[in-house]
């Protein structure tokens, strides 16, 4: 058996397209039957959910962000953490929410309650992260729900209009066959 010179460049995988075909189209007598379509699907539900909640959950921390650069400041980190943060938990839970999403969700509802999910989800890790940087180890559960609180009152609301718009985007795509 032939080992591979570590140095030597490696190859990337050869990446998979799905094709799905529309059924045969027979026709009737008022009319031709249709040509066979064919819809390409570059990308997977849950990564574009990933992409459409990080997007919106960065918006939704951006709008915000004049008073989290005041509690950046207070606990000595970069302010731009706590914008770009609360979009990637966003992005990560928002993969995990929205697998198998294509067969399990039926209606726009049943996207906007996962998009429900990924914002409390999201929140609780955010709650989690402010912890971290503010309190010391000792009074962690007691800063913790404060934390909670406070992240609910501050971000709550474009935390929920981003569960409600992209849940809801995603829920029609997801009906409509678009990404599915």
């Not at 929140?123 to 007691?142: E, G, H, K, M, R």
């Not at 992240?151 to 935390?159: C, N, Q, R």
Request: glycine residues 8%; proline residues 6%.
């Amino acid at each position: 058996m032939m080992r591979r010179n570590p140095t030597s460049p490696v190859r990337p995988a050869p990446q998979k397209v799905h094709v799905k075909r529309d059924p045969p189209d027979e026709g009737d007598e008022n009319r031709r039957p249709k040509a066979q379509s064919i819809a390409i699907q570059i990308m997977s539900v849950p990564l574009f959910a990933g992409f459409v909640f990080g997007i919106c959950g960065m918006a939704a921390a951006g709008s915000v962000s004049f008073t989290l650069r005041d509690f950046a400041e207070q606990g000595s980190v970069n302010h731009s953490i706590f914008v770009v943060v609360p979009g990637l938990f966003s992005m990560l839970y928002a993969l995990f929410v929205f697998q198998n999403a294509e067969q399990r969700i039926k209606s726009i509802a049943h996207a906007i309650s996962r998009g429900v999910l990924v914002a409390l989800l999201t929140w609780i890790s955010f709650s989690a992260l402010a912890t971290w940087v503010w309190c010391q180890p000792q009074d962690y559960l007691n800063c913790f729900s404060k934390a909670l609180i406070l992240a609910g009152l501050i971000g709550g609301g474009p935390m929920l209009a981003v569960a409600l718009v992209a849940g809801g985007s995603l829920g029609w795509l997801i009906k409509r066959k678009r990404l599915g």
